[in-house]
């Protein structure tokens, strides 16, 4: 079945310096990746996603982008506010799989200010 | 739009006793998932339902985990009897079936402890 790596595991940065958290996935028939950020207590909250057709996709100071051949795809947050702070996760999911999600462990993403 | 309800929020046991946790998925949404969040871990999936059926339990500890979705609306996820190593968040999570549908939506988990 498909297996999702991410890292770092945690990620330390300046307010206003840029983080950037990377996931690799095996199974090549996965077609869909999103993310969720997940504050404490909280559910997670999908922040942005792609789908295969697309490289690269950007929302204000969120990009993510994809790279099918190596199968990887990385989060990356522009201009980071402290409120940016939360654990990140990345995720894998096919239709053939009943679009099952299958989640990186999470990367703790710490905005110093 | 209303979101994912789950109750209840937070659950203390004994290993050994039973617990139900309910989710009602997002209205209009064919497809609910549960799953389970160990502390510092990404979420895992337990079951997934499509309307009252079945989709994936292969991750379902069946010998002490059992979910229902007898309506095809609400859902309830039981353990019994609970082991130590229970404790975690359970996630419900709900999916449309239109347009692309990829996108889970996750309701805000119940908190379980097993002493």
């Known amino acids: 079945g498909e297996n999702v790596e991410q890292h770092p595991s945690t990620l330390s940065v300046q307010e206003g310096d840029s983080a950037v958290i990377k996931c690799t996935y095996s199974d090549s028939a996965s077609n869909y990746f999103p993310w969720y950020k997940q504050e404490l207590g909280k559910r997670p909250q999908l922040i942005i996603d792609i789908r295969s057709n697309v490289g690269e996709k950007k929302d204000q100071r969120i990009a993510v982008t994809l790279n099918k051949t190596a199968k990887h795809f990385s989060l990356h947050i522009t201009e980071t506010q402290p409120e940016d702070s939360a654990v990140y996760f990345c995720a894998a999911s096919k239709r053939e799989d009943g679009n099952k999600l299958v989640f990186g462990a999470g990367t703790i993403l710490r905005v110093k200010s | 739009e209303a979101g994912v309800a789950q109750s209840p929020r937070y659950k203390i046991i004994e290993k050994r006793q039973s617990v139900a946790f309910w989710c009602n998925p997002i209205?209009?949404?064919?497809?609910l998932y549960w799953y389970q969040q160990i502390l510092g871990q990404g979420p895992k999936l337990l079951i997934q339902?499509?309307?009252?059926?079945?989709?994936?339990d292969s991750q379902l500890p069946k010998d002490r985990f059992s979910a229902e979705r007898l309506k095809g609306v609400d859902s309830t996820l039981k353990i019994q009897p609970a082991k130590l190593e229970d404790s975690a968040v359970y996630l419900c999570a709900s999916r449309s079936l239109q347009g692309w549908g990829e996108t889970q939506y996750f309701g805000p988990g119940t908190r379980l402890l097993v002493l």
């Open positions: 209205s209009g949404h064919a497809t």
């Open positions: 339902f499509q309307n009252n059926g079945v989709v994936d």
